[in-house]
């Protein structure tokens, strides 16, 4: 059992991007380490930092529920340029975690741009 992130179009064609809850649990601690902060001292994560304290456009994508709910059309557009340019930032060559990450982040970039395109919501399932 897993999570998936599509967009809200009932399209069983759209593009998607899949996890399991571990791995999306791995991929968000990656993402914030990206943004500078470990996750795991936030508030919802097991620490007390509260969200307001964290500056990255990321936070609806990093503090949302695992398998409920969505990010409008308006939160993943802020939040593309970001995930874009993390897949570009410099990174030690031949660490398979890492590729796979970017792989993710590039899937889930493909996804919000669909959602934009259709202006539809994207879900979290």
Known sequence: MGLMLSPGDDDVTSPDVSWSYTGFDMFREWLAEAEGFAL???NGFGGSRMWGSVATTLT??????DDEGSLTPAQCAAMLPRLEAIT????????????RHVDDVRQLVAVMKYCLEKDVELVFC
């Open 60 to 65: 609806p994508l990093l503090d949302h529920p």
């Open 88 to 99: 570009y930032e410099p990174h030690e060559e031949g660490d398979p975690v890492h590729e």
């Open 40 to 42: 795991a001292e936030m």
